[in-house]
């Protein structure tokens, strides 16, 4: 699923809550949960595990090393760079060489692993030459401590840039992307996914249900019960009225929200694979069902109407002037390159 030449599944589950100290909905043994939620993936034919360096200060990292000895093959394990290690470092944080050799050699020993299947640039920095990351990215391939790299939060452009850079000098490209997309947030669609679909990216969704909200629980009566991750209140009314309108498709369709939500993220491109980020077990099962769910052409149209989502410029405005553009063949020619 991720990359080219690897076959991952589309089961992916993020690891960014499970295992979270102190936060009272969660059950005392958070190694447990973490246990309970990978073997509960794995028995549904998933096979993927996302982290990052910085996921509960680095124990979601310790949890997973613990749990993968003995299986780490079984998996294709993904970390993340560029959030600080240290706060009164500065060269603890970005995506330059040092940060990512000293993330890196962190990550690998607290996942017990000589290798990550995947290596995702977190967010870009702003401040490192895209030259510099893709060199050293490279490097870690080419030692054989990385068998793939991604990147995650960062604009089409960069992305493009670093990819084009990679092909000219013979360097590893990336081959996955990283970003939000749920019914709640449809901006990859304005440049990030066709580029992704392009350069033949694999696209990993965070956030598929927006971070709770697209599960219904906001919008049922009674409210979504305590220790949700968003305050009931915060949560605007364009938000609600999509999560209305989800919970409607589902109940038409006979499945749950949720699945629903997850569901379309999948209906667009086959590049898409959305990140599951269920915090329990039973979200987890409940999650896991979307693979069973199909969305016909109807479902789709009423989700979207309900998001009122624009394309925008120039996606726009490069359809409107086809016909001006083309002339009377207009409607002959298909839009690939
Ligand atoms: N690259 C990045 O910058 C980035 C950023 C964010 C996340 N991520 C990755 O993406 C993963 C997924 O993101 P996310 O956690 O925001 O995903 P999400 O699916 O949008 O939100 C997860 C939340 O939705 C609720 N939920 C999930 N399944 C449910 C169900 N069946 N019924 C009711 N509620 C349900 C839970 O909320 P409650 O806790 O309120 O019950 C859960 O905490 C993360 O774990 C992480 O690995 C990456």
Redesign the pocket.
């Known amino acids: 699923m991720l990359a080219e030449g690897r076959r991952g599944d589309p089961r992916a589950a993020?690891?960014?809550?499970q295992g979270e100290r102190g936060r009272a909905f969660l059950v005392d043994d958070p190694q447990r949960e973490v246990d309970d939620h990978v073997r509960r993936q794995a028995d549904a034919g998933g096979n993927v595990v996302?982290t990052a360096i910085n996921y509960r200060g680095g124990a979601s990292e310790e949890y997973l090393g613990e749990l993968l000895t003995g299986r780490r093959e079984r998996f294709v394990l993904a970390s993340?760079y560029t959030v600080t290690r240290d706060g009164a470092d500065p060269n603890a944080a970005g995506n330059h060489r040092k940060n990512l050799t000293g993330s890196l050699e962190t990550s690998l020993r607290r996942l017990r692993t000589d290798h990550l299947d995947v290596y995702w640039v977190?967010?870009w920095d702003r401040h490192t030459p895209i030259e510099e990351t893709m060199r050293a990215l490279d490097d870690a391939v080419t030692a054989g401590k990385v068998l793939y790299i991604g990147i995650?939060?960062a604009p089409a452009w960069v992305v493009s840039r670093a990819n084009t850079l990679a092909e000219w000098r013979g360097w590893t490209p990336f081959a996955g992307l990283?970003v939000?997309y749920?019914l709640l947030n449809r901006d990859i669609e304005r440049e990030l996914l066709p580029m992704a679909e392009a350069f033949g990216l694999t696209v990993a969704a965070?956030?598929?249900?927006?971070?709770?909200v697209l599960?219904g629980?906001y919008t049922r009566p009674g409210g979504?019960g305590s220790g949700?991750?968003?305050a009931p209140d915060s949560i605007s009314e364009h938000d609600l009225s999509v999560a209305r309108a989800v919970q409607q498709v589902a109940g038409d369709l006979g499945v749950?929200a949720?699945q629903v939500a997850l569901a379309w993220t999948r209906v667009r491109s086959r590049a898409v694979h959305p990140?599951?980020?269920?915090?329990n077990l039973d979200?987890l099962t409940?999650?896991l069902g979307a693979l069973e769910v199909t969305l016909s052409p109807e479902a789709v149209a009423r989700l979207e109407d309900a998001t009122a989502f624009p394309a925008g410029f120039p996606a726009d405005f490069i359809a409107q002037t086809s016909p001006w553009v083309f002339g009377e063949v207009s409607q002959r020619v298909d839009g690939r390159y």
């Open positions: 993020g690891h960014r809550r996302d993340k977190h967010l995650s939060d990283q939000p749920s965070w956030s598929p249900l927006g971070g709770g599960s629980k979504p949700t991750r968003h749950t949720s990140i599951i980020g269920a915090r979200q409940d999650d």
